[in-house]
């Protein structure tokens, strides 16, 4: 007797708003850790991203979670998720902030627009002050065991950033204070 076949999983519902795009959208889980709203605790979530370039230039993200929904449009993936952490990490909007634990967010990694990291923009390069970088990260991959010490307030990873340009060329940025 023949064992019956499953029914394939349901398509992912996605948001009205990636109805639009001229490509189809990504969607996938991601590590959040912050505050409970019900219990105070903190603890680690899986939330949901769900990005979408709209046109040739432009990506829309929203990152779904305990907080409610999160958007950001912008022209790279790195970019809306900046964008997006700027909000879930201000102690205006949340105390303490919330994390998105993706290798995006860590302190040694920026999307400088090489061309492993053109658009989408859905790669970065990892920038350790003092060598080249020949290292990129998907951006919303979830950080591994070992780089969860990596990983980095935007303030901490703009610093990185800035001290990485500065030691190739001095004056870079030098209206930004460290």
Same mark, same amino acid.
């Given at each position: @007797?023949?064992?019956?076949v499953?029914?394939p999983?349901? /398509? +992912?519902?996605?948001?009205?708003?990636t109805?639009?795009?001229?490509?189809?959208p990504?969607?996938?889980?991601?590590?959040?850790?912050g505050? *409970?709203?019900a219990?105070?605790?903190?603890?680690?979530? %899986?939330?949901?991203?769900?990005w979408? /370039?709209?046109?040739?230039?432009?990506?829309k @993200?929203?990152?779904?979670?305990?907080?409610?929904r999160k958007?950001?449009? &912008?022209? &790279?993936?790195? #970019?809306?998720?900046?964008q997006i952490?700027?909000?879930?990490?201000s102690?205006?909007?949340? *105390?303490?902030?919330?994390?998105?634990? %993706?290798?995006g /967010? #860590?302190k040694?990694?920026?999307?400088?627009?090489?061309?492993?990291? #053109?658009f989408?923009?859905?790669?970065?390069?990892?920038?350790? %002050?003092?060598r080249k970088?020949?290292?990129s990260?998907? %951006?919303?991959? @979830?950080? *591994?065991?070992?780089d969860?010490?990596?990983?980095?307030?935007?303030?901490?990873? @703009?610093?990185?950033?800035? +001290?990485?340009?500065?030691?190739?060329?001095?004056?870079?940025a030098?209206?930004i204070?460290?």
């Amino acid at each position: @007797m023949r064992q019956p076949v499953a029914a394939p999983a349901p /398509a +992912e519902e996605l948001p009205e708003w990636t109805k639009d795009g001229e490509f189809p959208p990504i969607s996938r889980n991601l590590p959040l850790y912050g505050k *409970d709203p019900a219990s105070g605790k903190h603890q680690l979530w %899986v939330g949901r991203v769900v990005w979408q /370039a709209v046109t040739a230039t432009e990506i829309k @993200m929203a990152i779904y979670g305990p907080f409610g929904r999160k958007m950001a449009v &912008s022209d &790279s993936v790195f #970019r809306a998720l900046f964008q997006i952490r700027n909000e879930l990490e201000s102690v205006e909007n949340y *105390d303490p902030p919330w994390r998105v634990l %993706v290798q995006g /967010a #860590r302190k040694d990694v920026w999307h400088v627009g090489h061309i492993v990291s #053109r658009f989408p923009g859905d790669r970065a390069e990892i920038l350790e %002050v003092g060598r080249k970088a020949t290292e990129s990260v998907d %951006v919303l991959a @979830m950080l *591994d065991a070992e780089d969860t010490p990596k990983w980095g307030l935007l303030e901490e990873q @703009m610093k990185n950033c800035l +001290e990485y340009f500065r030691t190739l060329e001095p004056g870079f940025a030098a209206e930004i204070p460290l």
